[in-house]
C-alpha cells in the first residue's frame, strides 16, 4: 500500500545537476529517516545521503559540498540537488524511507530506481 517513486534522472554532462525526487504515498503515519542509495554497474548499492524526520543530514564523502538532501513532511517527499556532476556519479538512484503505517506496522521501503548518466 505503500509506494514510493522516484523522478529526475536522466543524461547531463560533466559539471551539470540534476535534482532527484521522491514521492511516498498511501497510508503513512510518519516517516523517519530518508535517504538516497545508488548502484552502479557491477558495484553495490551505497548509501548517498539520509535526512532524519528531525532535519539532520549525513552524506558520503564522495558528494559532500556536491549533493543537498531536504524533505517536505507535509508532502512525504524527498529531493536531493546534486551540482557539479562528476562521470563516477553515473548510477541507478533509490529513495529509501522509514515508514510507519497508519495502523502501526514499521518497514523500509524502496522506489523503484531513476537512472542518471553523467558523460559527454
Known amino acids: 500500500q505503500v509506494q514510493l517513486v522516484e523522478s529526475g534522472g536522466g543524461l547531463v554532462r560533466p559539471g551539470g545537476s540534476l535534482r532527484l525526487s521522491c514521492a511516498a504515498s498511501?497510508?503513512?503515519?510518519?516517516?523517519?529517516?530518508m535517504g538516497w542509495y545508488r548502484q552502479a554497474p557491477g558495484k553495490q548499492r551505497e548509501l548517498v545521503a539520509v535526512?532524519?524526520?528531525?532535519?539532520?543530514?549525513n552524506y558520503a564523502d564522495s558528494v559532500k559540498g556536491r549533493f543537498t538532501i531536504s524533505r517536505n513532511n507535509a508532502e512525504n517527499t524527498v529531493d536531493q540537488q546534486m551540482n557539479s556532476l562528476k562521470p563516477e556519479d553515473t548510477a541507478v538512484y533509490y529513495c529509501?524511507?522509514?515508514?510507519?503505517?497508519?495502523?502501526?506496522?514499521?518497514?523500509?521501503?524502496w522506489g523503484q530506481g531513476t537512472p542518471v548518466t553523467v558523460s559527454s
Open positions: 529509501n524511507g522509514d515508514i510507519v503505517r497508519n495502523y502501526g506496522t514499521q518497514a523500509w521501503y
Open positions: 535526512i532524519t524526520s528531525g532535519g539532520s543530514t
Open positions: 498511501g497510508s503513512i503515519f510518519r516517516i523517519y529517516d
